[in-house]
């Protein structure tokens, strides 16, 4: 599975760490995020993540911000992408199973490295249930 990842000055120590489990689970990883502090713009990291999975170079992103708003909000502009912000392993599980997002946004300074790991694990081994969410989840996209 191919997964890209995206993150502004918020998040080098979370990439880091979910980087680390995704290889060691074998899944293949590009890194469009920044490895400094130094504030950078998320928009700047969150186009290319967004970008993959809209011309199918990747299976699912991950992108991680302070709030995981502005990232959430700026891969949301692109086509065929379903960006969930995610603060629990709970919230993560449902917007996989009721909304099929393929990109999780995580807030960096409302989680902590631990929990945004098993947010990513759970979001990755949760399928979209579909029947009566499909429906729902075909709305979304704007015509």
């Given at each position: 599975m191919k997964i890209s990842i995206g993150n502004d000055h918020a998040g080098p120590e979370y990439k880091k760490a979910i980087v680390a489990m995704l290889k060691a689970k074998?899944?293949?990883v590009t890194n469009y995020g920044t490895d400094s502090e130094d504030s950078v713009d998320y928009p700047d990291f969150g186009h290319p993540v967004a970008t993959d999975i809209t011309e199918g170079k990747a299976?699912?992103?991950?992108?991680?911000?302070?709030?995981?708003?502005?990232?959430?909000?700026?891969?949301?502009?692109?086509?065929?992408?379903?960006?969930?912000?995610?603060?629990?392993?709970?919230?993560?599980?449902?917007?996989?199973?009721?909304?099929?997002?393929?990109?999780?946004?995580?807030p960096a300074r409302f989680t902590s490295i631990p929990q945004a790991v098993e947010m990513v694990e759970a979001f990755l081994n949760t399928e979209f249930e579909g029947g009566r969410h499909q429906n729902r989840v075909n709305k979304i996209a704007c015509q």
């Open positions: 074998g899944y293949e299976d699912f992103g991950i992108v991680i911000c302070g709030s995981g708003n502005g990232i959430a909000m700026t891969v949301n502009k692109h086509p065929k992408v379903r960006a969930g912000l995610c603060w629990t392993k709970e919230i993560a599980v449902l917007t996989r199973l009721h909304n099929d997002a393929n990109i999780i946004s995580i």
